[in-house]
């Protein structure tokens, strides 16, 4: 019989590989596919905003020490409609302001001990440290291959993936992690709900 997986995450970016991390850290036997090499240049040059309680996580992981020189501190948060300031109108407020100073958090016992409320760091870089901290696990990658298709409902309780590569997955719970028009989620026809905010 083959190898069962207790998850399987399609997707190695940011959020794919965080997922296979975590889930490897809760001791799941966790295979983790994408279609791209794992040697393959990162490229993507945008920046990523990480709130106060991803930062946590992202300590528990064991990657903040190696990600913190690269990461830049958020001390102040403001909130703005773009509306002048205390302008009313019927029905209530339309201008205002929200601001979140870092003081909010307390004070360390030093300056240099005072806590952001986020930080912002390279996509690049988290991705590198996830990686090199992806080393060190037992997650298994399947990279270079695409998933083909996902039967769901199996004799043995499984779900199985089918790549392209000819490989078949076996496990128990699939996480699609593979982009914002993730090919698994049209696979499965699963329908999402969007809206824009102009």
């Known amino acids: 019989m083959s190898e069962i997986f207790d998850v399987c995450v399609v997707g190695a970016g940011m959020a794919g590989r965080l997922m296979a991390l975590a889930l490897d850290d809760a001791g799941l036997k966790v295979a983790l596919v994408d279609r791209k090499a794992p040697e393959a240049p990162v490229t993507d040059g945008r920046t990523t905003a990480l709130a106060f309680a991803s930062v946590r996580m992202i300590k528990r992981l064991g990657l903040w020490d190696q990600l913190a020189p690269k990461a830049e501190p958020i001390t102040d948060i ?15 407020l339309t201008g205002g302001q929200l601001h979140f100073p870092a003081t909010l ?34 997650i298994e990658g399947r990279f270079g291959s695409a998933v083909a ?38 696979l499965k026809k699963l329908q999402t709900l969007n809206w824009g905010y102009d």
């Open 78 to 92: 403001l909130v703005s409609n773009g509306a002048p300031r205390d302008r009313f109108r019927a029905g209530g």
């Open 149 to 186: 298709s996902y039967e769901t409902a199996t004799s043995s309780g499984e779900g199985v993936l089918k790549l392209d590569s000819g490989e078949e997955i076996r496990t128990r719970l699939v996480v699609a992690c593979d982009g914002k028009f993730s090919p698994l989620r049209a």
């Open 105 to 138: 958090l307390g004070e360390g016992p030093k300056p240099q001990d005072e806590p952001a409320l986020g930080y912002i760091v390279e996509n690049r870089d988290l991705l590198a440290v996830c990686q090199e901290k992806a080393d060190t696990t037992t």
